[in-house]
Structures are given as C-alpha cells and as structure tokens.
C-alpha cells in the first residue's frame, strides 16, 4: 500500500498560487512530495 500525504500537497499548492499571484515573496518552485511504501513489515503498533 502506498501512503501518500495529501495535507502536504495542499499545503505546498497553497504556496505555489500565492506566490504566484504576487501574493507571497520568492519565486514559484515545484517540490515532490514523499510517498511511503507501507508494508506489513513496517506497520506503526497502534
């Protein structure tokens, strides 16, 4: 199963339009987002 963290690409995309829309300082820049592979071997205890 991969695991992929939505909250962080919204929060990155969020970013990218204000800065943008002039919004924000700096320049418009793109960022991969992490995924993790989970897998029954690395499942965190509850």
Known sequence: ML??????????????????????PGPVRSAASSVQVVTPLNIPAA
Not at 3 to 24: F, I, K, N, S, V
Request: aromatic share 0%; net charge neutral.
């Open 3 to 24: 695991h992929h963290d939505l909250r962080a690409d919204l929060r990155l995309a969020c970013l990218a339009l204000l800065q943008a829309l002039g919004a924000l």
